[in-house]
């Protein structure tokens, strides 16, 4: 699956809850709390894959599911810029120290598997919309 597949699928997915949740009149604290990885998994089980196994993507005890994937990566599914003879897609637009570049064949793909940053619930406050395009709109290039 392509950045952009995944991308519109997940933003579809997201606003199909945001929506549910805005007719039940929820406040911003109370959307973002419905995210948190527990309540998702329970009420959601749609959302992501890993919920079917109850498995969180990083190993937190309070895990926010709202800003996933991260408004801070950035990818194009054409490619960024050749590194040698690899080609970029993706990297971290903030340059986390916990994220990493990953090099698969030829590609390079950002790896985010150790960075916890979009799932603290400060974070998601701070960075919160409730139309998930508008808080990932730097992302795609
Ligand atoms: S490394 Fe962390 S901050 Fe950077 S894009 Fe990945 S999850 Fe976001």
Not at 1 to 20: G, L, R
Not at 40 to 65: A, I, T
Not at 118 to 128: G, I, L, S
Request: charge should be negative; glycine fraction near 4%.
């Amino acid at each position: 699956m392509s950045y952009t597949q995944w991308f519109e699928e997940h933003a579809n997915k997201h606003k199909v809850i945001v929506s549910k949740l805005q007719k039940q009149n929820y406040t911003k604290e109370q959307i973002i709390e419905y995210f948190d990885f527990d309540s998702m998994v329970e009420n959601e089980p749609e959302f992501c894959p890993l919920y079917v196994d109850n498995k969180k993507c990083h190993d937190m005890e309070s895990l926010n599911c709202y800003l996933c994937a991260c408004p801070n990566f950035r990818f194009d599914d054409a490619g960024i810029k050749k590194v040698g003879e690899n080609t970029q897609y993706s990297f971290c637009g903030i340059e986390s120290k916990d994220g990493s570049q990953g090099v698969y064949g030829d590609k390079i793909h950002q790896d985010c598997s150790k960075c916890g940053v979009p799932h603290h619930t400060a974070y998601v406050e701070k960075n919160f919309d409730l139309d998930w395009k508008v808080a990932m709109k730097k992302c795609k290039l």
